[in-house]
């Protein structure tokens, strides 16, 4: 279900970043700079969605360690 949470969310992401993009070249406003920030910001995102999900089944995996050596 995280897996297909991720796909969702980055496809999401990779979508308002064409769509700021477009936008901005559509107003002829497109700045290197702003370029950066929304690359950056978009990559940070996504770093995030990608990692949660990993971050998460790690907690479990180490939780279920604990319970079962509890459970003895």
Do not use: C, D
């Amino acid at each position: 279900m995280m897996k297909t949470f991720s796909k969702i969310s980055i496809g999401i992401v990779l979508l308002i970043y064409a769509a700021l993009i477009s936008i901005r070249i559509y107003q002829g406003n497109l700045s290197m700079t702003t370029l950066v920030w929304i690359t950056a910001i978009s990559a940070g995102i996504i770093g995030i969605l990608v990692g949660l999900p990993i971050w998460f089944a790690h907690i479990n995996r180490k939780l279920y360690e604990k319970l079962r050596r509890m459970m003895k």
